[in-house]
């Protein structure tokens, strides 16, 4: 009886929560459906007179080579960080080494930097690459800026696994990469799917480097495509929005496969109440 | 024993690697801290702390400070504990998890150039959000001007920071509520505690990395909070929304005062030390597990 | 776990692919160039460059950069990386003035004097123009298009029902204001719009302009006065703040198009903005002479600045770059581009009378006529390091009215960033 009362209203809590963090989506889609004429009458919560399914057309046409670009460039890059990132982050919590400490505290450092203040020598590097305008020079920084947060947010889930697995895999002649791939990983799925979803987000909405590592169209990521929308001199919010409900599909189909993991973690998560 | 040691620590490479490359990029900002470099091309001239000292005797820098410190109090706080609370719900609501879950995370599927202007349209004094909901409950709104206003501005906007950020806290204590032994939490039923106990004095301290990490997480985005406030207020009215990334790119960028901005960023790199310096201490010993 | 490693494996094997790199190749038949022209009109008008482009040199591709945000700001930031690393496009959008000379003190930038030589363009523009387009006796870029930003947009049925004529001065303005606050207290009399903050600075412009002249505007621009003691800055100073209560009490929330669809939606009455406001109107269908007007302020003074397209140093493909800068120099590429751009040409060979509507056949009438001066900001008078600081200025100074403190504060500015010294090339 107890029970059910608390998921009556803890319920009833979440579902007024999700309403109100509705609202701006709700200005979000209803902007997009409409004409540029009733957007400048600045009633943003006022529906559409006509619902303007041509903005979306509009839009996608600016948008498909950037959604093109953004899946194979955030895709690859948001992998490879999770990947070195749980590497690193399964060194540092299962051996002691002289230094660990020092490493550990370099990697937090350096996520605490703005970037944009490094957009010289980045652009340096990428020149020096020969990798100026290719997916891999995009992927390449990306996994740079994201590696050392990959690390940061896998490893303090590793810190929960007991040792004793690891040692118990030991015995038995397991070899390290061999344990990461085959206890480690499906034991904190939770948490690799916590820090992919987090990579993936920041490598998708990132803006700056996807203009100024590219030239042209043929592998600039989506959010610039995005931001031009608008226009400079000219204010099509109403495209802009339509395009901006078109490029948050990727991330939501990724949340939802993602979601499918996050149930399923091998370790027995404790149950429903 | 010592060969699977070995082993293991070579998966250290990439990463020292590219902390390596981070390194390097760091030497060339704090170089350029101390040259005179202004305008469009590089000037290594050594000035000294000169830019150090503009920045610590100028009142905007302390502005700045000041926002930053706002944002890690007022947005960390509750970004974590509703994160976490809203997480035990979601977990222990069964059908409509998933769908309600997505909307949470939806906020951060979006590009801030957009989230940005939503809130701005959200805050808009004549017919946004907030003052049409006042006005349909009788309120006088007419000196309400939210982002409008230097007094309020700085906090509506942490609003908006809550509003993006709260399913990144959600995620990862999700992630972390479900790595939770089944058993722990039944036991402490069958004693009869109840849902606050178990929440507060279960789970809590069951998932302290997961506290741990967002409130890391989400320092470093207090710390780089650039986005919105340049989509929603350049900074201003004057500079009351500013803060100190913003302020950077400001130099950098509007100012071009290459040299300023590079000073800039090396007091953000160095008040984030600080923080860290402590946090990792402490983590790492909690960390290591064998 | 196999599921993912194999679809990991294949993403690494679609970048191997991916790795078509333009730039090891140098191939010669491109054009790179940056722009923030991205959508609507402003995207028709530059296409319409690039067709007249591409019909001259039938071989070569486009390789267009269009740079979003904040009106040119993001721009910058990445074509300074891009210009420091060593890789130039071969031409970029960029303006006149102190905002081109930061290139040119770089060492960015190559000179086109023999074009100029070449199409005689000196003499085909307002002299104004070769003023803030010659440094040191070069010319390093060619402008192609004039936009005016001396223009009050009003509410036409508005101002006719209250009996108000079309403001001519300062004068008119302010009493414009007062008399529509009085007639219509719920109407602010003058649209804002300050979340973008460099908006604060068009109306500093004015009241510098119209309260000194137009020699005086250039001298404060430049640094040239002294700004605590200067008897007529404080006056226009003052006027500012007399407007303050007349602006759009919220104008920090909107942007230049939301504050200028206020008149759309009656909440205010006039708005000082530049003329490509007028494409944004017509496109959210308002009626010229109907539902909205404009006036010049002062009427005997063109203010306004130019997108002009430079020559960089070292250029990947230097003679396609020379021939689009040559192209920009021809009526023909002039009118094709402002007649959908919403701006003005700024050669004089073009008739006034090509364009639709009156006011644009008024501005070029202008400029061809008038005694003719840039705005701040965009039109490079003053420094962008100052009008960095000056916008954070003008935005407290909206907000608190105190014209001592905002006195103050702009003296400090200009001696911090060495305004009158960065100036001075304007008056050799």
Known sequence: MKERNFVLISGLVVVLLAVVWMIPIYALVTTSLKTQQEVALQKYLVPPERPQFSNFIKAFQALKIGLRNSVVITLTATFVSVVVGSLAGYALTSFQFRFATLLFFFIVVVTFLPYHVVLIPITHILKFLNLLNTYAGLVLIYTILNAPMATLITGTFFMKVPPELEEAAMLDGCKPFLFYLRVLLPVSLPGIVSATILVFVQIYNEFLLGIALTRGPDVKPVMPFLAELKGTQIAQWHIQMAGAVITSIIPVIVFVFLGKFFISGLMAGYGKG | MRYYRTQGLLFLIPIVIIIGIFYGMIVWDFVVAFTGWQGLQATWKFVGGYHFIRLFSSTRFWVNIGNNLRWLVFFIVPTVLVGFILAYFLHNLGRGEKILWQIFLFPMALSFIITGVLWAWMYDPSSGLINSLLRAIGVNTSQLGWIALPSSAIYCMIIAGFWQYLGFALVIYLGAIKGIPYEMVEAAKVDGASHFTVLFRVIFPNVGHATLICTTMLAITTVKVFDLVWVMTRGGPGVSTEVLPYLMYRLTFDSRDIGMGAATSIVILALSAIMVIPYSLWALKKWVRV | ?428
């Not at chain 3, 039938?58 to 040119?72: D, F, L, R, T």
């Not at chain 3, 123009?129 to 947009?153: C, D, E, M, Q």
């Not at chain 3, 006719?160 to 009399?189: F, R, V």
Request: net charge negative.
């Open chain 3, 1 to 428: 776990m196999r599921r993912f490693l194999f679809w990991g494996l294949l993403m690494v094997f679609v970048i191997g692919t991916g790795m078509a790199n333009l730039f090891a190749q140098e191939k010669e038949e491109e054009f790179i160039i940056f722009h923030y022209w991205t959508a609507g009109g402003e995207k028709e008008a530059i296409d319409a460059l690039f067709k007249i482009y591409q019909e001259r040199n039938p071989g070569v591709k486009i390789v267009e950069n269009p740079v979003a945000g904040g009106g040119g700001e993001t721009m910058l930031a990445v074509l300074m990386s891009n210009l420091a690393a060593g890789i130039p496009p071969d031409s970029f959008q960029d303006h006149q003035g102190n905002q081109q000379k930061d290139y040119i003190d770089a060492g960015y930038l190559d000179t086109v004097d023999d074009i100029w030589a070449q199409t005689n363009f000196e003499a085909r523009i307002n002299p104004m123009w070769v003023k803030t387009l010659k440094f040191g006796g070069h010319v390093y870029s060619v402008p192609i298009n004039a936009h005016r930003t001396n223009w009050l947009w009003y509410n036409k049925k508005l101002l006719d029902e209250l009996g108000i004529a079309a403001p001519k001065s300062y004068d008119d303005l302010l009493a414009a204001c007062q008399k529509i606050k009085e007639a219509k207290p719920d109407i602010s009399p003058l649209a804002l719009g300050t979340r973008e903050k460099v908006w604060s600075t068009y109306l500093y412009d004015m009241v510098l302009l119209t309260t000194g002249g137009a020699d005086f505007y250039e001298q404060a621009n430049t640094g040239r006065i002294d700004f605590r003691n200067d008897a007529t800055f404080r006056q226009a100073m003052e006027r500012y703040a007399a407007l303050i209560p007349y602006i759009y009490p919220w104008h920090a929330t909107k942007s230049w198009d939301e504050a200028g669809a206020l008149l759309k939606t009656g909440e205010a009455a006039m708005y000082w903005m530049g003329d490509w406001i007028l494409g944004y109107y017509l496109a959210i269908g308002m009626e010229p002479e109907v539902d909205f007007s404009v006036t010049a302020i002062p009427g005997d003074i063109w203010m306004g600045h130019a997108d002009t397209f430079p020559l960089p140093k070292g250029a990947p493909h230097p003679n396609n770059a020379r021939d689009w800068i040559l192209m920009c120099t021809t009526p023909e590429a002039q009118k094709a581009f402002n007649l959908i751009k919403g701006s003005v040409t700024i050669v004089n060979d073009v008739p006034a009378d090509v364009y639709p509507d009156p006011y644009r056949k008024k501005s070029a009438q202008d400029l061809a006529s008038l005694r003719a001066v840039c705005d701040g900001f965009h039109g490079g008078m003053i420094t962008p390091a100052f009008g960095s600081e000056l916008m954070d200025i003008l935005t407290r100074f909206l907000v608190d009215k105190d014209v001592d403190a905002a006195i103050e504060s702009i003296a400090e500015a200009a001696e911090r960033t060495k305004l009158a010294e960065a100036c001075s090339w304007f008056w050799e």
